[in-house]
């Protein structure tokens, strides 16, 4: 009975020298599968290079909400929104609109569902304090999940917050954000460890990893580009206090 590894990274948005630390330390440990839950692009200045990376080092990415809504956006958006936008290549835009929006796998016995923000859609927000019935809502089938067995695990990204709760028998997990974390300001992502494939009780594992990087190469990068709204993009990579919640 062989255990496998598996890293499951989410919210990269835009920042490439988070996720290469990330995946370097994916690396250092000998992890050959990598999930993504999305949310590659926005907020940070190279969505280009981030989905490419991706595209490249992730067996499996989800589409996240920004990944579907800012390949759509009009002329008339928001000045950010179009330097997002159009700092992706037109076979960008594609790939992200056609990635799925879940993903199933059946590890040491436990049917693990993993997602960007909720069974229902990746644009539906189910924050780390959440109610019984959006508890119960993360394990159902739904048109976006389709009608596999129900899980019994479910991974999520999109809030930027890590967090692990077991309910009857039931457990959801956040595996937080290498590229904007709102937790703490230290990128994050989550390892599995099991028996692939394996329907019967077997060894398991889920580990919250913290890789350190460089937030001020980063933020260089964004000033050099002209990204829009830096300021509060720094602060938020520096500090991890959401911008609407900064003082002005």
Avoid at 62 to 91: H, K, Q, V
């Amino acid at each position: 009975m062989s255990l496998e590894r598996i890293a499951l990274i989410s919210d990269v948005h835009g920042n490439l020298t988070a996720l290469d630390a990330v995946l370097h330390d994916i690396a250092s440990r000998g992890i050959d599968q990598i999930i993504n839950l999305g949310d590659f692009v926005g907020k940070g200045p190279q969505g280009s290079a981030v989905v490419d990376r991706c595209n490249d080092a992730c067996d499996v990415n989800i589409r996240g909400n920004w990944d579907d809504f800012l390949p759509t956006i009009g002329d008339d958006a928001s000045s950010g929104m179009l330097w997002w936008r159009d700092e992706l290549r037109p076979d960008q835009h594609e790939w992200l609109r056609g990635l799925p929006l879940s993903h199933d796998l059946l590890l040491s016995g436990r049917h693990i569902r993993l997602f960007h923000a909720s069974a229902t859609s990746p644009h539906v927000r189910v924050r780390a304090r959440h109610t019984a019935e959006e508890f119960d809502g993360m394990f159902r089938n739904t048109p976006m999940t389709g009608d596999g067995t129900p899980p019994s695990m479910v991974g999520y990204g999109d809030i930027h917050e890590s967090f692990l709760q077991v309910n009857r028998g039931r457990t959801l997990f956040n595996v937080g954000s290498v590229g904007n974390p709102l937790d703490e300001p230290v990128p994050g992502y989550v390892i599995l460890e099991g028996v692939v494939g394996e329907p019967g009780p077997a060894p398991f594992g889920l580990q919250f990893v913290r890789v350190p990087y460089d937030a001020e190469a980063e933020i260089a990068v964004a000033a050099r580009l002209g990204m829009p709204e830096l300021a509060p993009y720094a602060t938020e990579l520096r500090t991890a206090v959401y911008r609407g919640l900064q003082t002005p």
